[in-house]
């Protein structure tokens, strides 16, 4: 068999939850072989999967789009969206940085508004 994985899988057994919809409901599912761009997972073999939804993993706390990759029978191979998740450390960095940037800049404004002519702050 060819391996056709970019980076390596972890053998987990999760459950999950597959959102196609705010108005439908959440289908239960297994969740197998985690890696950073996918997993396999299961779904009762009365539920019908479309090729994109969110799954979401409770123990994880963790939400990612997916799409559908494969399928034999219950069993689905996924495909995550390259989208970085906001609680990952290098996405809160981010938004510390563009935090702090934001106060020196706002800082700056009021400090130059206390001289004698009117400063405006956009």
Avoid: Q, Y
């Amino acid at each position: 068999m060819i391996e056709r994985r970019h980076t390596a899988r972890r053998r987990v057994c999760l459950g999950g939850h597959v959102r196609v919809a705010a108005f439908l409901p959440e289908i239960d599912c297994i969740v197998r072989d985690v890696s950073l761009g996918g997993a396999k997972i299961r779904v009762p073999s009365t539920a019908t999967l479309p090729d994109c939804f969110d799954l979401f993993i409770p123990c994880r706390s963790e939400t990612r789009r997916a799409w559908v990759a494969w399928r034999d029978g219950d069993v689905f191979g996924i495909g995550f969206d390259v989208t970085t998740a906001a609680s990952e450390p290098e996405a809160v960095a981010r938004r510390l940085a563009d935090s702090e940037a934001e106060v020196a800049r706002l800082r700056a404004a009021l400090m130059a508004g206390n001289g004698p002519e009117p400063a405006c702050v956009h």
